[in-house]
């Protein structure tokens, strides 16, 4: 199955390698690097899964990092990109975070891991909670400090959780130091991947939500909890009928963690769980009926002569004034006769940049903050070599957008509360709640 897995550094360093099988030759890591970095004589990587030379590669990139994973074998694809994705989640758990440091100094961690969890390139389990009986390398952490103190971040308000906060690795769980003071924190984050296809009008033509609650529970004792909902949550559109159904919360389908209890959910839309060591998603779900897009691009195309077109973006921010949507990046082709583009954000505009690239025939805008209830606008003018009728049109876009919007969800998916069920008073244990909505397939057609 599985000939070769290795973990390659952003300048094609291997800092991990491991051959399974002896049926490749050596260097097909450098042989890899060079064709990801420059895919067909271009400056683009390849795409996850690609075939050179009778051998198959699968590859992700996860902390700057490219985990890769070669074989001969006609071997499935998802199934591949499945396991490396495992593995990366094994890597994250038990070394606190996935980057370049962190790698380096837990290698003998990392092939104790890869040893349990592959035989002769065979996945046997990849489950963070069944491996911790086999594995007895503690791993070393990278400081929290040191990570902070590049950003002068390193003094810092006691009240305030950083984010890396939730990089510690889950032999944190285990350990009985008296030294220092243990913190009984968990960590819920709420995730949502939206998809939408709108028309020339801003009209969207289809649109759904790919959404996931994640835990990862730093909680001495492995106490029970509790997670409590939205009352209103209705699973499948069959089962909302009528007016009653007006001001739900819908959800099509959706898959719970094995170790979830729906004992209480049809009554009162509680689970009820022992939470594993190690990340893993409470609940999977998905939507597809009508939901609020967070933002709404509208087009505007005039054909000024046969051989200029100005093109006018303008998008909507439909989210509340008290949220925003960041590292917003809007990009659309134009036709293959264009010999130069003028962009024009307009007098006073702070925190944007637009580009043209010639070598992709891509215009680029750059937007590091979109506040809600806002509009912004682009102007955008072409020059073409050659004649051209309205049809050039059909050479324009689609307009496709990446964002994310932090402690927003746009399917309406709330907690209502998490209550850990530990008698002591001394636990006094810290919740730490957050939402993120992110762009999945965000295009506009022309």
Excluded at 11 to 21: K, L
Excluded at 336 to 364: H, M, N, P, R, W
Aim: aromatic letters at 12%; a positive charge; one cysteine or more.
């Amino acid at each position: 199955m599985l000939s070769q897995f290795f973990i390659l550094t952003p300048r094609g360093d291997s800092i991990i390698m491991r051959d399974f099988r002896g049926d490749l030759p050596k260097g097909t890591a450098d042989i890899f690097f060079r064709h990801v970095k420059f895919w067909k004589g271009k400056h683009e990587d390849a795409p996850p899964v690609f075939n050179l030379d009778g051998i198959n590669y699968f590859y992700l990139r996860q902390g700057g990092l490219f985990l890769a994973a070669t074989s001969i074998q006609n071997v499935s694809p998802s199934l591949m990109m499945e396991l490396l994705y495992r593995l990366s989640k094994l890597f994250k758990d038990y070394c606190g975070t996935l980057n370049e440091e962190s790698i380096r100094k837990n290698f003998v961690l990392i092939y104790e891991l890869l040893d349990e969890v592959l035989d002769y390139g065979y996945p046997q389990v990849t489950s963070t909670e069944q491996l911790k009986a086999y594995v007895y390398n503690s791993p070393v952490v990278v400081e929290k400090q040191r990570l902070l103190s590049s950003f002068g971040m390193s003094d810092l308000n006691r009240k305030t959780t950083p984010s890396s906060s939730v990089d510690k690795p889950i032999s944190v769980i285990r350990q009985k130091g008296r030294k220092k003071k243990r913190v009984n924190e968990i960590f819920v984050d709420i995730y949502e991947r939206i998809s939408v296809v709108f028309n020339s009008n801003g009209y969207a033509l289809s649109s759904s939500i790919d959404g996931t609650i994640q835990m990862k529970s730093y909680l001495a004792g492995n106490p029970e909890l509790r997670l409590a909902l939205n009352e209103d949550l209705v699973i499948g559109k069959s089962n909302v009928t009528g007016s009653g159904g007006y001001g739900n919360v819908v959800l099509d389908d959706c898959n719970f963690h094995e170790c979830v209890r729906l004992e209480e959910f049809d009554a009162t839309r509680t689970l009820s769980f022992q939470p594993p060591d190690g990340e893993f998603s409470v609940l999977n779900y998905r939507v597809t009926g009508e939901f609020r897009a967070p933002f709404r691009i509208f087009p505007f195309f005039e054909l000024v002569t046969p051989y200029k077109i100005e093109l006018i973006i303008k998008i909507r921010a439909d989210v509340p004034e008290q949220n925003y949507g960041g590292n917003v990046l809007v990009q659309f082709p134009v036709p293959k006769a264009t010999t130069s583009v003028s962009c024009d954000l307009g007098l006073g505009t702070i925190g944007q940049a637009s580009e043209y690239s010639a070598v992709d025939k891509k215009v680029f805008w750059k937007i590091k903050k979109f506040g809600g209830g806002t509009e912004q606008t682009l102007r955008v003018k072409i020059t073409l070599g050659s004649q051209h009728t309205t049809i050039v049109r059909k050479e324009i876009g689609p307009i496709s957008m990446t964002f994310e919007i932090p402690m927003f969800n746009a399917s309406g998916l709330q907690v209502r509360y998490l209550r850990i069920m530990e008698s002591r008073k001394s636990y006094n244990p810290y919740r730490w709640v957050r939402y993120v909505s992110r762009s999945s397939s965000y295009v506009c057609r022309l």
